[in-house]
């Protein structure tokens, strides 16, 4: 008789069990990205768990008849994809500039929700492939993340425009239950193979073209939770591919990064006050908020007033915001701060948690200019102190000091939490012009009396502050 | 309604695994601080790209020497363009989430 070793092969058995590390891996590796101290290791962690999974299954994996493992001929092949894909990958990640971050994030999830797409395109051709279902459920979801993110970089990176109209929703419903229809053929039909085949071509095209329709009319301060949606929608979809070769790493992974994802997804949502469906249907048109009111009229401050202004307080808080990342002002900013703490200044930074175009944008941001942990306050904790603050800059944000979000129910933006800025004994705005924020209402913020307006790019307004305040 | 029955039956283990691995994933994700959003988001995006695996199989197993047999060669050319965006989800993946968390490690004084 033989033993299980002899039948099944040593091999298989450590293949497996590699899996169970690597998924413990990514475990341990998550649990520890999500504490600052542990971070940075935690993601070496993740990344050993798919190293060790790849290499296992490179060496171990076997199949057909009579059992082999990879071939040569194959083994080059994968391992020349590899080396592209690494070299690609590593150079991109590394040259990007940090305001283009969630950019990338995109871009990358949607290169992993494309392979999703092509893993099970592939494998509804196989006639061993008895798992049909999941094969299409992969399939879809991988080529709506892909289509989708691919979206979401466009308009992250400004290359693509909001575009929406009330009709888009029925459209996107359309298109919704056209792609669930689809599958449902597909499951039931007992057309030959040839058919089905261009079927899946179908299927393909329409789950990208929802995709595209999907993302499209979400806009605004949105578009991190997209991402964030997405990226668990390519778990989801690697997973589904999963479930066709039985591996457990995949499917484990997967679903997590699919859990995990969905879960940061509804505590963004949780950020902004607004449930999951308000953001994927409610997507905000331009006008909404207060266009019957009276605007009011903006005073502008001259650099030397606010220079001032500012090193003659004794609290400023300074509220940054995606205008800051774009004009690549950390650093001048951390200059200002530093300046204005040695003339007795204090001055605090108050982080909205969607701040940015993702969730954490400005705290990496000003991390990279080497602002102390301890500058960094978060809204909840801010908020109480603002009456006693004598100055409040606002730099490039817009949307998360509207005080729409607290007094007007007919706005977009009508109850997310916002820093209270309003509430300050003095407001200094920088901006580059009078244009809306990005979810494209008027903020009263700026009409407010107390608030005084210094345009121009953020990073030449600061600097002259600075030349100023050192010069007073 | 017995397929759905079969399919339950037949994916049992992944079934379990699925239903503990979302409680898992929930629990591990609440109460990050939003400091690390965004870096989270990206680690976890960089693990999505388990599907990576998929692409090693599929490519590994291709039958070499009958390419020009059906759909084998534009499955092969599929299979390595899914090898190539795989991996480069998974590298460019960890690398930009290492990039992030660099900047915060430096300011441990």
Known sequence: MNTLVETISRGDIILEFSYLLAAIFFVIGLKMLSHPDSARRGNLWAAAGMLLAMVTTLVLHREGDPLTTVKTGNLIIILAAIAVGSVVGAVVARKVKMTAMPQLVSLFNASGGAASALVALIEFSNPENQSALVTLLGLVIGSIAFSGSVIAYGKLDGKMKDIFAKWMSYVNLLFMFAVIAGVVFLMITNAPM?????????????????????????????????????????????????????????????????????????????????????????????????????????????????????????????????????????????EMEK?????????????????????????????????????????????????????????????????????DPSSPIYGMPIIKAYEAKNIIVMKRGMGKGYAAIENFLFYDEKTRMLFGNARDSLQKLVTEIKSL | ??????????????????????????????????????????????????????????????????LNQGSNLLNLILGIFALFFGTLNVVGGFVVTDRMLEMFKKKKK
Do not use: W
């Not at chain 1, 089905?196 to 578009?223: C, E, H, N, R, W």
């Not at chain 1, 509804?266 to 607004?274: D, E, G, T, V, Y």
């Not at chain 1, 108050?350 to 701040?355: G, R």
């Not at chain 2, 079934?15 to 591990?28: H, K, Q």
């Open chain 1, 194 to 334: 040839e058919t089905k085949q261009v079927l899946v071509y179908a299927l393909l095209g329409l789950s990208l073209v929802y995709g595209i329709t999907f993302v499209m009319p979400i806009g605004g301060a949105d578009m991190p939770v997209v991402i964030s949606l997405l990226n668990s929608f390519t778990g989801i979809a690697a997973a589904m591919a999963g479930f066709i070769y039985q591996n457990q790493a995949m499917i484990l992974g997967g679903i997590f990064v699919g859990a995990a994802g969905m879960i940061l997804t509804l505590l963004m949502c949780k950020a902004m006050n607004r449930s999951l469906l308000n953001v994927i249907i409610g997507a905000f048109g331009g006008g909404g908020a207060g266009s019957d009111k009276e605007a009011g009229t903006i005073k502008e401050v001259t650099v030397t007033d606010a220079a001032v202004l500012l090193s003659y307080s004794s609290k400023v808080v300074i509220v940054p915001g995606y205008g800051l990342a774009v004009a690549q002002a950390q650093h001048v900013c951390n």
């Open chain 1, 339 to 407: 300046l204005l703490e040695s003339n007795g200044v204090e001055v605090k930074y108050a982080i909205h948690p969607v701040a940015g175009r993702m969730p954490g944008h400005m705290n990496v941001l000003l991390a990279e200019a080497d602002v102390p942990y301890d500058k960094l306050v978060e809204m909840d904790e801010i908020n109480p102190d603002m009456p006693n603050t004598d100055v409040v800059v606002v730099i490039g944000a817009n949307d998360v000091v509207n005080p729409a979000a607290f007094d």
């Open chain 2, 1 to 66: 309604m017995d397929t759905i029955l079969e399919f339950f039956y037949a994916n049992k283990e992944a079934i379990f695994i699925i239903a503990l691995t979302i409680f898992l994933g929930i629990e591990v994700i609440s109460n990050v601080p939003s400091v690390l959003h965004t870096p989270l988001m990206s680690g976890a995006n960089a693990i999505s790209g388990v599907i990576i695996i998929g692409g090693i199989i599929l490519v590994g197993h291709a039958d070499l020497n009958n």
